[in-house]
């Protein structure tokens, strides 16, 4: 049977039934879960207070488990659980859902052998571990809902557990996990969460942006359709356009775009189904030679989002040696 422990706080009140949701893409879920002061979810809880949280899990079933956060406090997490498989290896993986929005966070150290407390790997077979994490939840006024999926694998990208959390966040309240948010660096597409732009019936016009002050040469030119100036203004759920102009002041065989994203406190990496920043173009075709004039193109959709939020953007390309050759910053906003 696996054990989670997902520790917060501590109540004073004992732990009772809690309901919860399945995990429905795999791994074993728990048979019974107890929140320490809530029996249904999402779970709401006051500031500076801790939450006891158990989780019983039998393999082969699927279920998850609601909570709360708490501003100010730390999440704590001890997975207890016996394999059923010789495991020489656990990676950690942690989603978030936010109005809409899902983003994987990438943790301070995903290898989850070396988090073990009781035990270390390779484990065998019917051996008991427990795996034990430590997050800082950090500021944030967006009243929303959040849903949290935490899940390990093993060697084989088996997932050895998985369980979900629902919870709110209130105005004054943090939200999960700051370390992951600062070092996330996977998933979610890089142009259609990075809230660029939005398809308007005006033709582009060019707009402000701004350069970067840690490398990277600025563009020509950014234009983004229906924008005089930043902030641009972007209706969430609509089509966007943006191009990039510049000239190449080097040799490159190749080119990779990413992108970060800074709103509600929080800075994000996306990643697009595509990085490869040579397919994008509308005049150039790589490999490009010193002086070539280039122009990027993207397409990409505004996700919808319920509440009205700043954003600055950050875009910058490297080369075949992994040299940031362009690099810009833009502002806007989603309403």
């Known amino acids: 049977m696996l054990r989670i422990i997902l520790v917060t706080v501590l109540l004073a009140s004992s732990a009772i039934a809690t309901t919860f949701d399945s995990c429905t893409d795999g ?53 207890d659980f016996t394999v059923d498989e010789d495991v020489s290896a656990l990676a950690a993986h942690v989603f978030a859902t936010v109005q809409g929005l899902t983003i994987e966070y990438t943790l301070d150290n995903p290898n989850a052998c070396e988090l073990l407390k009781d035990s270390t790997c390779p484990l065998d077979d019917g051996e008991a571990a427990t795996y034990h994490l430590e997050v800082e939840i950090p500021d944030i006024t967006l009243k929303s809902e959040v849903l949290l999926k935490f899940y390990l694998e093993d060697q084989s990208s088996e997932r050895v557990t998985c369980f979900q959390l629902d919870g709110q966040v209130r105005a004054g309240i943090h939200f999960l996990f700051s370390n992951l948010l600062r070092r996330t660096t996977r998933t979610v597409n890089m142009l259609r969460i990075i809230i660029v732009t939005v398809l308007l019936a005006s033709s582009a016009i060019a707009i402000i942006f701004d350069s970067c002050t840690d490398g990277g040469a600025a563009p020509i030119d950014v234009t983004v359709t229906g924008c005089t100036e930043p902030p641009c203004n972007f209706v969430s759920g609509t089509i966007a356009e943006i191009n990039v102009t510049f000239t190449a002041d080097e040799d490159m065989s190749a080119l990779t775009a990413h992108v970060f994203v ?8 996306y990643k697009p189904n595509n990085p490869d920043a040579c397919k994008q173009m ?27 939020t700043t954003f600055t953007i950050k875009v910058y390309l490297v080369d075949q040696n992994g040299k940031r050759v362009i690099c810009f910053r833009l502002n806007g906003k989603i309403n």
């Open 27 to 79: 791994g074993a879920a728990p048979t019974a879960v107890a929140v320490a002061g809530c029996a249904e979810q999402p779970c709401d809880f006051a500031p500076g207070t801790k939450v006891v949280v158990d989780v019983d899990f039998t393999v082969g079933k699927r279920r998850c488990v609601g909570i709360g956060c708490s501003r100010g406090t730390k999440v704590v997490v001890d997975v």
């Open 262 to 269: 800074t709103t509600l406190g929080m800075t994000f990496e």
């Open 282 to 308: 509308k005049n150039s075709t790589c490999p490009l030679k010193v002086g070539d004039s280039v122009t990027l193109e993207a397409v990409m959709n505004v996700p919808q989002v319920t509440f009205e």
